[in-house]
């Protein structure tokens, strides 16, 4: 079935520093979403990307959609000890939501 | 926003022993929750789509008689876990899709067999 392959697998930066994700698929995508989960909480859905070389930011956060549709990106400027958790990319795909391996973020004051 | 509530958020059982999870749409109509699974530091995988009204669809290798999914209103889904074993210590989370994009997902239920 479909797999979106997520990399890296842990990050771990100074605070200030900046932080990027990476999603890919082997096959084109119908669209990608983001989600972020703190330690000991739920995943919160950021942002869907569905158009070919979309980009969209949220404050400090820029996504991306590859112009083939088959990676995206999550980065993010400057972190701060509250951009802690794993960020997790996902496809919709015909009846359901598949997730990537997530990206685990933790931060040095 | 919409949001999904998900009791309980942690429940100790023995093994052998029951356990219900209930999910709930406070102000929206789910006619569709999923149903997931996470194990310490990994992905979430989806256990099951739960359907109002009809039979739930269950994901390859998950058991229908052990994850027993029950949808009886446009607001309630219910996982239980029948004869819970240690294995089957997890983080359950269940969650809906909201308009044309985005789901929203509960807060997770931790749930410990001993």
């Known amino acids: 079935g479909q797999q979106v392959m997520q990399i890296p697998q842990y990050q771990h930066v100074q605070e200030g520093e900046d932080f990027t994700t990476y999603c890919n698929s082997s096959t084109t995508l119908s669209n990608i979403q983001w989600y972020k989960q703190r330690p000991g909480g739920h995943p919160v859905f950021l942002i869907q990307?569905?158009?070919?070389?979309e980009v969209k930011k949220q404050k400090r956060l820029t996504f991306q959609f590859g112009e083939a549709k088959k990676n995206s990106s999550l980065h993010i400027t400057a972190t701060q000890t509250t951009d802690v958790g794993t960020y997790f990319c996902a496809e919709q795909g015909a009846q359901k939501l598949v997730f990537g391996q997530g990206t685990r973020l933790t931060i040095n004051p | 926003g919409a949001v999904v509530s998900q009791h309980p958020s942690r429940v100790i059982c023995k093994s052998g022993t029951s356990v219900k999870i209930e999910c709930r749409s406070l102000?929206?109509?789910?006619?569709?929750m999923f149903w997931y699974r996470q194990f310490p530091k990994k992905s979430l995988m989806l256990m099951a789509t739960?359907?109002?009204?009809?039979?739930?669809?269950?994901e390859q290798g998950v058991e229908k008689d052990k994850f027993l999914i029950n949808h009886a209103s446009l607001t309630l889904s219910t996982l239980t876990v029948t004869s819970a074993h240690p294995e089957d210590s997890s983080f359950y989370i269940c969650?809906?899709?909201?308009?044309?994009?985005?789901?929203?997902f509960g807060s997770g239920t931790r749930l410990t067999v001993v």
């Open positions: 102000d929206f109509q789910a006619t569709t």
């Open positions: 739960s359907n109002e009204g009809s039979k739930a669809t269950y």
């Open positions: 969650s809906a899709r909201v308009g044309a994009q985005g789901y929203t």
């Open positions: 990307l569905v158009k070919s070389g």
